[in-house]
């Protein structure tokens, strides 16, 4: 198997990684969503797996791409994969603060920091590859909108 190929599986590899534990870890709260009033334009729940799925896939490919950019600086592209680290770090947690510990606020807050690491993901990738920084895209109006439902279900079920 080439190198770059090897590269591109286990950066999606680990993305999906992160989702598929911190679902595992939240997956018995995951009934929250029914239990609470939820704002309007709130997706049903078998959506939240497959757009899930999606975005990480997508962020892997972006990561593999800024990865393997050798026109790049490499102490730029860490740097750029660095931030991108970050965001996963967030990712993971945001799901336990939600639906382990139902702490809405707190998790609106921490999804905004998460929104804010993505940005700057977009920002530094950009820099490097313009494919890889609009492959994030989505995940950063995916993240809006989860902000939004998130501050919603605060506010309805305070």
Known sequence: MKKQ???YIISVAISLGV???SALLTRGNMNIYEEVSTPPLSPPSFLF??????LFVLMGISAAMVLTTGTSPLV??????SVYGMSLFFNFFWSIIFFNLRAFLFAFVWLLVLLALI???????????????????????WVT???????????LNK
């Open 76 to 81: 730029k592209r860490k740097n750029a994969l």
């Open 145 to 155: 909108f989860a902000g939004y439902l998130n501050f919603g279900i605060w506010i």
């Open 119 to 141: 940005i700057l993901t977009i920002v530094k990738y950009y820099r490097i590859k313009k494919t890889a920084a609009y492959l994030q895209i989505p995940y950063a109006v």
């Open 19 to 21: 989702g598929i534990v």
């Open 49 to 54: 797996p497959v757009v899930w799925t999606v």
């Open 5 to 7: 190929t090897r590269i």
